[in-house]
């Protein structure tokens, strides 16, 4: 059960991750095409920002402390 929880966490993590860095390279590209004055998204991608992109950072923080505790658990209770 708990090799399946890991996994499944590992893969949303996964996700998540490709996720985070899609929105970075897309905020890149939409702030340096409106510095050259080509719509590139940015108006759409700042609307995302809180509804989207902000809970997937911080699911991906939430994950990857939560990965960490359970592996040092389990480490831990097997030296015991």
């Given at each position: ?7 499944w966490l590992n ?63 389990s480490k831990r209770?097997?030296?015991?």
């Amino acid at each position: 059960m708990k090799d399946r929880l890991i996994s499944w966490l590992n893969q949303l993590l996964m996700l998540n991750v490709f996720l985070v860095l899609l929105s970075f390279f897309w905020f890149a590209i939409a702030v340096f095409g409106r510095s050259v004055g080509v719509a590139l998204g940015f108006d759409l991608w700042y609307s995302l920002w809180e509804p989207l992109f902000m809970p997937a950072i911080g699911i991906l923080m939430a994950g990857a402390i939560m990965s960490g505790l359970i592996n040092q658990i389990s480490k831990r209770l097997k030296s015991n």
